[in-house]
């Protein structure tokens, strides 16, 4: 009879971790609302750029202002529009990023926006 019990190759799972990224997380200047609990930031793996939204006291009647702006590299090759969660989960927000790097928060009377977003951004 064969053995056929698993092992664990442990060269190979130390090797591993020379492939594993921390990526470089920046949290960006607001324009416009408090980034809330430092909830807002992002970071890129590849070409994926991941963006986490934490905004509240988002100023009313300046909806549709940019919150800030990602740098060359972060931008996705076209505009990206979403739904996301508003400041209490029965309201909701519409985020827009634009391929100019602006991301952009429509709401109505909620005043926050809450979303994670993925997108891919090629040079």
Known sequence: ATNTKEYIDTE????TASYLYTPT???PTLT???NHNHRTYYYKHGTRVCLSLGVSGLT???AGRILFNLPSGYRPRLSL????CGYS???LSAVQ????GNVVVQYTQDQGCFA????DAYS
């Open 97 to 100: 990023i634009l391929d100019n």
């Open 12 to 15: 190979k799972v130390a090797n």
């Open 81 to 84: 529009s979403m739904i996301c």
């Open 60 to 62: 009313t009647g300046l």
């Open 116 to 119: 994670y977003i993925e997108f």
């Open 25 to 27: 997380v920046t949290e």
């Open 89 to 91: 989960f029965d309201k």
């Open 32 to 34: 416009n609302g408090t």
